[in-house]
């Protein structure tokens, strides 16, 4: 298959200076998706707070960045779950802007987390995706992650049910 990833593509940690772009595509998703249950827009500041606690605990913010464009995505793994028994085991989070999407950076970016999680020595990486958002269910697929159970209706946003599907990727 043809590769779709523009070339210009970066993929480098996070720095405070990209908070308001990652923010700003984060809003973008929260407005406009059920991809994240959040409902509330984030503030530069609340990011802020988000990214140290990252930094503090080592675990990667990466975003992708374009020459001319900026950043024009991010992921991270975060802790799944805070105790310290599940600390092999991390959940991915991964935004492209809007008119970025489907030129291949999402799956760089997912490329370079799993790496990281490599590079961590972490056991496992888990994804909690809306049961409706193809797109990031058929790119995790993808590159591994396999289905590792559905809470159905779990989640209540725009005015509907939505079921979470947890994938898995064992490392
Ligand atoms: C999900 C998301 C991160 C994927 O990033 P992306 O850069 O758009 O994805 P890519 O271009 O790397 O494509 C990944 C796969 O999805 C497919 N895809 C991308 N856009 C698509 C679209 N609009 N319709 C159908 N398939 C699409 C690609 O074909 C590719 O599959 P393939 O490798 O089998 O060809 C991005 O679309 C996004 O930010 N969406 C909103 C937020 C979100 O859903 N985040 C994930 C939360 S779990």
């Not at 940690?13 to 990209?18: F, L, N, V």
């Not at 908070?19 to 827009?41: G, V």
């Not at 140290?52 to 975003?63: D, I, K, M, N, Q």
Request: with cysteine.
């Amino acid at each position: 298959m043809a590769d779709r990833r523009p070339a210009d593509v970066r993929i480098r940690p996070a720095t405070g200076a990209d908070l308001p772009a990652i923010a700003a595509i984060y809003n973008h998703a929260i407005r406009h998706t059920a991809a994240t249950w959040d409902l509330e827009e984030e503030t530069v500041e609340s990011r802020r707070v988000w990214w140290e606690a990252h930094c503090r605990a080592g675990l990667p913010v990466l975003v992708a960045e374009r020459p001319g464009l900026g950043v024009v995505g991010w992921g991270s793994l975060s802790p799944f779950n805070p105790k310290p028994g599940w600390r092999f085991t991390v959940e991915n989070s991964l935004y492209v802007a809007p008119d970025q999407r489907g030129q291949g950076i999402g799956r760089r970016l997912l490329e370079a987390l799993i790496a990281e999680a490599r590079a961590l020595g972490m056991h496992s990486v888990i994804a909690a995706i809306d049961g409706g958002n193809e797109v990031s269910l058929r790119l995790h697929r993808r590159l591994g992650f396999v289905e590792a159970g559905r809470l159905r209706e779990a989640g209540w946003k725009f005015d509907q049910w939505h079921d979470a599907v947890y994938l898995q990727l064992l490392l």
